[in-house]
């Protein structure tokens, strides 16, 4: 079962542009990471976010957690080629165990 | 410092054969994972050992079995492939201390095709 549901699950865009990815989850958490994947390659930590925040900044990178909506944002602000790859949201699935959801997949043109 | 491997990078198999995927990590961590990932499907989690001598079921666990060798080394192993168990399998693990959900490192990843 996927905790976290991405949206949308395709986005495309050009070099210097913003791309906003969001995330639905189900129950209560304690927190929620992004990670993201290249193609071909494992998936990376980007971020983690705990439930008493509210905004968090990583670089060009800003997520959102609105616990009331059981929602979550990612922000890549002035997108370049290399931020093409799949985002995924997690979230607790149990002790120390995470639950993906299915990605967004971003393309990003030069 | 190598982070997580995964041994092999790429892997053929028949239907009915055996084979062993393994996965080592140097970062000290107690916990580590197996997933598997189909085209355009997020991970899911087949097996996990919460630390060293324990090994629990994920979500989609039937058809594979797996060893905590010892801290450092996770296997899984496919006794019998079928070509359903056609995938990318990815080995993770993170730090493993008490409490909450952890961030988790992730090894390159393993392509099995099953014919």
């Known amino acids: 079962s996927q905790q976290g549901e991405e949206d949308p699950q395709a986005l495309s865009i050009q070099e210097g542009e913003n791309a906003t990815m969001n995330c639905s989850y189900k129950t209560s958490i304690n927190n929620l990471q992004w990670y993201r994947q290249n193609s071909g390659r494992g998936l990376v930590h980007l971020i983690l976010i705990r439930s008493n925040e509210r905004e968090k900044h990583s670089g060009r990178l800003r997520v959102t957690l609105d616990t009331s909506k059981k929602s979550s944002s990612l922000l890549i602000t002035a997108s370049r080629a290399a931020d093409t790859a799949s985002y995924f949201c997690a979230t607790g699935g149990g002790y120390n165990k995470l639950i993906f959801g299915a990605g967004t997949r971003l393309a990003v043109h030069p | 410092n190598a982070g997580v491997t995964q041994t092999p990078k790429f892997q053929v198999l028949k239907t009915g054969q055996s084979m062993t995927l393994q996965c080592a990590q140097d970062?000290?961590?107690?916990?580590m994972y197996w997933y598997r990932q189909d085209p355009g499907m997020g991970l899911r989690l087949i097996y996990y050992s919460a630390s060293e001598g324990t090994t629990d079921k994920g979500e989609v666990p039937n058809g594979y079995n797996v060893s905590r060798l010892n801290k450092r080394e996770f296997s899984l192993r496919l006794e019998s492939a079928a070509p359903s168990q056609t995938s990318v399998y990815f080995c993770?693990?993170?730090?493993?201390?008490?409490?909450?959900?952890?961030?988790?490192?992730f090894g390159p990843g393993t392509r099995l095709l099953v014919l």
């Open positions: 993770a693990s993170s730090p493993g201390l008490a409490g909450g959900e952890e961030t988790q490192y």
């Open positions: 970062m000290n961590h107690n916990s």
